[in-house]
């Protein structure tokens, strides 16, 4: 085996804002609350379902003390339709076909829980790639701790050559982590590309290939 490359997944191999969106709506509806718009659930993606649900939360005035109930509404809401609208980014599969032929171990971490994560990638035709899946519920901590990266590097008992995500959290992972960091452009951070740390960035899975090839013969 060349190397173990781990990728994140919402924002980075799929395009999962949409569902989220439509679930946490269907979570405020159950509340008798309006619903937020695609822009502003994207904004809270990243830290898993408890994180964003406390957001949503805040930006609907709702009490703390419903928490647990949002919570349970919004994985309910989530679980049965995680991959209606959801969509892998152009050239995601054909990107990760190239790196698996090529003898690279592949895996996920992400803080969207197991389950859910699982569902998306069968649901896509992405599992066949991967040989391990780290969610934010496999381990008592999550991302920006390095633990979870570290444990989906040590199940694909490769060296550890590459983290590829597109957020802040993902950025400040792999450095916790001590492993260099690929980002993608077109997911769902705020901040300017350039104050993220990272040792290249692309815009377009086609082209990741050789962008791993030139950062691995350096």
Avoid at 22 to 46: K, Q, S, V, Y
Avoid at 203 to 217: G, H, M, V, Y
Wanted: proline content about 7%.
């Amino acid at each position: 085996m060349k190397g173990a490359i781990v990728f994140d997944l919402d924002g980075t191999l799929v395009d999962s804002a949409p569902d989220i969106h439509a679930a946490a709506n269907r979570m405020l509806a159950d509340c008798g609350e309006a619903p937020l718009d695609l822009e502003a659930i994207t904004r809270f993606i990243g830290n898993g379902i408890p994180k964003l649900v406390r957001l949503v939360m805040a930006e609907r005035g709702i009490s703390s003390d419903q928490e647990d109930r949002l919570k349970a509404l919004m994985l309910r809401h989530y679980t049965a339709h995680p991959a209606d609208l959801t969509r892998p980014y152009p050239g995601v599969a054909d990107a990760l076909e190239v790196l698996r032929d090529a003898g690279f171990g592949l895996g996920v971490c992400t803080n969207k829980f197991h389950a859910p994560s699982v569902q998306i990638l069968d649901a896509l035709d992405l599992s066949r790639f991967f040989d391990v899946v780290i969610g934010g519920d496999s381990l008592p901590v999550k991302k920006p701790d390095p633990a979870p990266l570290h444990a989906a590097f040590g199940a694909l008992r490769a060296s550890p050559l590459l983290y590829v995500g597109d957020s802040e959290i993902d950025a400040e992972t792999a450095k916790h982590a001590g492993i260099a960091f690929g980002l993608f452009t077109r997911g769902y951070r705020t901040t300017p590309v350039e104050e993220l740390p990272h040792s290249f960035s692309f815009d377009d899975f086609s082209t990741l290939p050789k962008q791993i090839a030139r950062a691995k013969d350096v």
